[in-house]
């Protein structure tokens, strides 16, 4: 469904820059029969960063073959397509339509549907900012949709805007080791755009990782929806078993790793268990300790965990132990109980940071007053 309206906002979206190329030649003088290969060169739209449709891959083109060739046919070679003649959307977009146990009268339905829905923009609001609304409000109910296995890709975007407003990514690189369907990933480069004037988000690099390869494909489309050029490995990975950016040192390190893993890839020789090898029943300490082993020397870091990490005994307690002696937890902040629709588990955020000096220059902020600087209290050391 996320895959065949992605296709029609990308032809939409081509559609719309086409157009506004003729109406530009035709201002200029150009003769209409010269307008036509002007708006057939390619150059045009990779320039201005529009995915390259070519003619049998648009919408428009597939109505009106469908019926005489098979719209499952068609739709299967148009995201063939579209994936050939742009690297960014390599292996991503699903070829599923022509299968012989899909029904091409329900996949002719949907089609049908899609087609009177148009993602072409206004002068207020770009094709763009039209599918990347209609993007996260499908992810959001398919996540309710799905129950428990919902919280694999989704994040409640409340939980999401509170983490990136502490955090401030304006600058640097931006990383989620459990990426889901990219939601931390758009949101900092939303925060950017929010609070104009102080970056573009040109100025973030992100980067992250993902176990599913079905979330990992929602993650590459939800961040080429929203003009990101985010990368997120060459293909879908277990981050504890298999780290895709080794060399990373992130400026800022956001995640939701899924709750109290009881069955991971543990390797006590792993060197990113600085503060101690995490239990085999319970992965919690892994991921903090996996986002410290990717911060830069100034970096932040906040962790979505369930609440019960900040009292769990043994080997856990030990490892926290270590990791407040080294000065790393800023702070912890308590979600309001039931946040998550797709788990009661109660959660808290655990915010990390390497320098608590005041008045540092972070990649993110200018130099001011750090937030996370330990204040004196009542005389002693906060």
Known sequence: MLGLIFLKYVCDAFDEHRNKLAKELAED?????????????????????????????RWSWIA??????????????????????????????PKVFNRHEVDQQRVAELFDLIT??????????LAQDVLGEVYEYVLGNFARAEGKKGGEFYTPRSVVRLIVEI???????????????GGMLVQASKFIEAHGGRGHKS??????????????????MNLAI???????????????ADDMHPDLKADFVMANPPFNINDWARDESDVRWRYGVPPRNNANFAWLQHAVSKLAGRGTAAVVLANGSRSAPRVEAE?????????????????????????QIPACLCFLTKDKSPGRETPGRPARQNPFH?????????
């Open 319 to 343: 490892i926290r132990q270590a990791m407040v002696e080294a000065d790393l937890v800023a702070c912890m902040v308590a979600l309001p109980p039931q946040l998550f629709r797709t788990t």
């Open 167 to 181: 955090l401030e990514p304006n600058k640097g690189r931006v990383y989620d080791p459990a990426c889901g369907s």
């Open 29 to 57: 003088g150009v003769p209409d029969d010269r307008i036509g290969d002007f708006v057939e060169d390619r150059d045009q739209y990779t320039n201005a960063h529009v995915f390259w449709v070519p003619e049998a891959a």
């Open 64 to 93: 009106a073959n469908a019926k005489s060739q098979g719209v499952g046919k068609l739709l299967d070679e148009a995201m063939d397509t579209v994936m050939r003649e742009n690297a960014a959307l390599t292996g991503v977009l």
């Open 374 to 382: 330990r204040r004196p209290r009542n005389g002693r050391d906060g």
């Open 116 to 125: 009177d829905a148009r993602f072409g923009g206004t002068e207020d609001k």
């Open 226 to 240: 929203h003009g990101i050029d985010g990368n997120l490995a060459a293909r879908w990975g277990d981050t504890l």
């Open 203 to 220: 100025d973030i690099a992100v980067y992250g990782q993902e176990l599913n390869e079905r979330t990992w494909r929602l993650a590459k």
